[in-house]
């Protein structure tokens, strides 16, 4: 019952340094999203995949970069990191579009990165 | 755009009591509503959902109903825990198939209670 799996859980970045946030799900989802946590603003879409080598940019995408290369995996990529970048960052997968589901996404436990 | 407004919190409360945490929306069409609560340390987990306008989603005690009339989709709870003490977003996932899976977040209200 993995689920989706996020990594690392903690992260310190000096300004300027590029690192990528790991998600997987074994859930054979199509769907795939990153969002950031911030106090008082609730969470918010970076960008998403509807499927393999399908992505697009959601509310804040400046600073990020993603890929789709596989069905489990939506990795997200910070090329140069900033402290506007300290946040939390959860991954999410939903089922599978089109089958008349309600557009539930499951969560990863988190991601806590710090830009010094 | 699409929006969701949850009441302010802190929300503090004492073992037992009567639990209202208010959310409203703005939406085109016929979103489906949720929602989520994070415990300390964890990612987030459904609560509840609801689908269509007067559905009433309901899980652990905690129950909601979808109100298109006035557009909320509060959360209540007769008899709150300790154990319930956690963040809880209100959620909407607007219609359409270009909206699929993206939801909107309300900003999290925090409800912590006391034995």
């Known amino acids: 019952n993995a689920g989706v799996t996020q990594t690392p859980k903690f992260q310190v970045l000096k300004t300027g340094q590029s690192m990528t946030l790991q998600c997987a799900q074994d859930?054979?989802?199509?769907?795939m999203s990153w969002y950031r946590q911030d106090p008082g603003m609730g969470l918010r879409l970076i960008h998403y995949?509807?499927?393999?080598?399908?992505?697009d940019q959601g509310e804040v995408p400046n600073g990020y970069n993603v890929s789709r290369s596989t069905t489990e995996d939506f990795p997200l990529r910070l090329l140069s990191a900033a402290p506007s970048q300290t946040s939390v960052y959860f991954c999410?997968?939903?089922?599978?579009?089109?089958?008349?589901?309600?557009?539930?996404?499951?969560f990863g436990e988190g991601s806590r990165l710090t830009v010094l | 755009g699409d929006s969701v407004t949850q009441m302010e919190g802190p929300v503090t409360l004492s073992e037992e009591a009567f639990l209202t945490i208010n959310c409203t929306y703005t939406?085109?069409?016929?979103?489906?509503l949720f929602w989520y609560v994070q415990y300390p340390g964890e990612g987030l987990q459904l609560l509840l959902k609801?689908?269509?306008?007067?559905d009433k989603g309901s899980n652990k005690g905690f129950e909601a109903t979808y109100r298109k009339e006035t557009t909320s989709f509060h959360l209540e709870k007769g008899s709150v825990q300790v154990s319930d003490s956690a963040v809880y977003f209100c959620?909407?996932?607007?219609?359409?198939?270009?909206?699929?899976?993206?939801?909107?977040f309300g900003q999290g209200t925090i409800l912590t209670v006391h034995p």
């Open positions: 999410a997968s939903s089922e599978t579009p089109g089958t008349g589901l309600t557009g539930e996404l499951f």
């Open positions: 959620a909407l996932s607007a219609s359409g198939g270009t909206s699929y899976g993206k939801l909107t």
């Open positions: 939406a085109t069409g016929y979103p489906s």
């Open positions: 859930m054979n989802h199509e769907y």
């Open positions: 995949s509807v499927g393999a080598g399908i992505t």
């Open positions: 609801a689908t269509k306008a007067d």
